[in-house]
T-cell receptor, first 114, second 114 residues
Framework: DADVTQTPRNRITKTGKRIMLECSQTKGHDRMYWYRQDPGLGLRLIYYSFDVKDINKGEISDGYSVSRQAQAKFSLSLESAIPNQTALYFC?????????????FGSGTRLTVV | DQQVKQNSPSLSVQEGRISILNCDYTNSMFDYFLWYKKYPAEGPTFLISISSIKDKNEDGRFTVFLNKSAKHLSLHIVPSQPGDSAVYFCAATYSGAGSYQLTFGKGTKLSVIP
């Protein structure tokens, strides 16, 4: 099993719909992140969490919300999806003992908003 | 304003030759730099890193050079192999951030031709 698992792998949704992307990890790391990648652009940070009670906005948090249900689970929600949220979304974890080298990324969720 | 720039979207190199991928940064506070490698349908994986107290770090066929005065780093791959064909992301962070949030460049797609 992968260390960081993202579901679904692919999703097509309609404008205005609410959608949740899920991430679970078996690394035992406290720190979890959500990044977004657009064609021709690097990864940009949406939200990050240092533990279950700690949630922080990243560079591009508008239009998104997150929930840290447990140490191992970190979900990203689009409350009302819009076409410019079409992108590849990555979840990642990190170990502060090896940071910043210790990032582990999931395989990504490809989201299309039509 | 992009703080980490990879100005070459793509690079093609013959197998066995040297691949040189370049990265520039603008934020003087960055003190740690990383290269990530990404294959299609997979998440980025850590490749090599360098601290600002060094100007070179080597790991097998991969060497990263840092020129702080020019705010420039480069990744050398010698010899290049077809399996090196992937997108390479340059990333930077600074230890004062605590969270070790990574700022990524747009990526360079390397194609190694057999």
């Amino acid at each position: 099993d992968a260390d960081v698992t993202q579901t679904p792998r692919n999703r097509i949704t309609k404008t205005g719909k609410r959608i949740m992307l899920e991430c679970s990890q078996t690394k035992g790391h406290d720190r979890m992140y959500w990044y977004r990648q657009d064609p021709g652009l690097g990864l940009r940070l949406i939200y990050y969490s240092f533990d279950v009670k700690d949630i922080n906005k990243g560079e591009i948090s508008d239009g998104y919300s997150v929930s840290r249900q447990a140490q191992a689970k970190f979900s990203l929600s689009l409350e009302s999806a819009i076409p410019n949220q079409t992108a590849l979304y990555f979840c990642a974890t990190s170990d502060p003992m090896t940071a910043p080298r210790g990032y582990t990324f999931g395989s990504g969720t490809r989201l299309t908003v039509v | 304003d992009q703080q980490v720039k990879q100005n070459s979207p793509s690079l093609s190199v013959q197998e066995g030759r040297i691949s040189i991928l370049n990265c520039d940064y603008t934020n003087s506070m960055f003190d740690y730099f990383l290269w990530y490698k990404k294959y299609p349908a997979e998440g980025p994986t850590f490749l090599i890193s360098i601290s600002s107290i060094k100007d070179k770090n080597e790991d097998g066929r991969f060497t990263v050079f840092l020129n702080k005065s020019a705010k420039h780093l480069s990744l050398h791959i010698v010899p290049s192999q077809p399996g090196d064909s992937a997108v390479y992301f340059c990333a930077a962070t600074y230890s004062g951030a605590g969270s070790y949030q990574l700022t990524f460049g747009k990526g360079t797609k390397l194609s190694v031709i057999p």
